[in-house]
C-alpha cells in the first residue's frame, strides 16, 4: 500500500531534500533510513518538492510504499519515535497506489523572511535574512503584480538547472510588514505558483528587495522578465530565509 507522509523540517542542518551521490545529510535520505528500520525493508519516499540545501518546510509532501503491517496512520508516532528533532512527521494516511505527488497539480506556497532592523537577533539568524536601511514595501508590493501569470522565467533560474522548460505560472504575490519592536520589523513575501524553477523564489525575493532599497523600478520588473537575462535581476538570497508554507492540491489526495 501507499502511505503519505506530511513532513515538516529545520532545514539548517541539511543539504536540501533530494539525495544525491556524495552529499551530506538529506531530509529525504533520513525518511529513508527511519522507515526502513521500521518497516524491516528498503524503503524509499518519493517527494513532492525538493527544496534546497538550508530552506526549510512547514508541510513538504512524500509518499511511500510498503507490505508493513503497521497501521497508516501509527508512523506519525513512530517516525518521530526515531526521528532527529528537526523533523516532524505531522500526519500519515494511506493514498491511491497511483498517487504520485509530483506528477499532480499542485499550487505551492513559499515565504521569503526578512528581518529588518539594525541588529538581527541571534534567535532570528536561522529563519530570517537581515536586512538595513531604508527599504520601501509599497514599491516591492507594486513590483510584485508583474510577476503573476505565466511568464518564461528564465532570468530567475540559477546556473544548473535541468528544466525543460522555464515557463512558469504565478498565482499570487503578497508581501506583509509587521512590527518586530520599536525599531525594527518583519518583511514576508508569500509566493504561491504552480512550480518553481531552481532557486527561483530566492531570486525573485532578491530582486523585489533590489525594487524595495530603489536599484530597480516597479515598472521595470517586466522588462526584466521578459529579458530572460539573470544579469538584470538581484542577488540569490541565502536559503535561511525560505519556508516551504503549503502544498495544495488541484484535485484534492485521494485517500484510501
Known sequence: ??????????????????MQPGEPETIEGRLNRCLTELTGAQTE????????AGVHSKGNICVFDT?????????????????????????????????????????????????HGDICPPFERLYRH???GPIDTNAMQRAASAFKGEH??????????????TVRTIYDVVIKRTAADPLSEYIDIYITGG???????????????EVGRGRIG??????VIDSRDRSRTGPTLPACGLTLERIDFDE????V
Not at 516597479?218 to 522588462?223: L, M, N
Open 252 to 255: 484534492g489526495i485521494p485517500a
Open 1 to 18: 500500500m501507499r502511505i503519505l507522509l506530511k513532513v515538516s523540517y529545520d532545514g539548517t542542518a541539511y543539504h536540501g531534500w533530494q
Open 45 to 52: 519516499v518519493i517527494g513532492c518538492s525538493r527544496t534546497d
Open 130 to 132: 537581515h536586512v538595513y
Open 218 to 223: 516597479p515598472e521595470d520588473i517586466q522588462d
Open 67 to 115: 507490505s508493513s503491517g503497521i497501521p497508516p496512520e501509527r508512523y506519525v508516532p513512530a517516525l518521530n519515535g526515531i526521528l532527529p528533532t528537526d523533523i516532524r512527521v505531522l500526519d500519515s494516511f494511506r493514498v491511491d497506489d497511483c498517487f504520485h505527488p509530483r506528477h499532480t497539480d499542485t499550487r505551492k506556497t513559499y515565504c521569503y523572511r526578512f528581518y
Open 152 to 165: 518564461d522565467f528564465a532570468a530567475f533560474c540559477a546556473a544548473g538547472s535541468q528544466a525543460e522548460t
Open 195 to 209: 512550480g518553481f524553477l531552481y532557486n527561483m523564489v530566492r531570486i525573485i525575493a532578491g530582486t523585489l528587495l
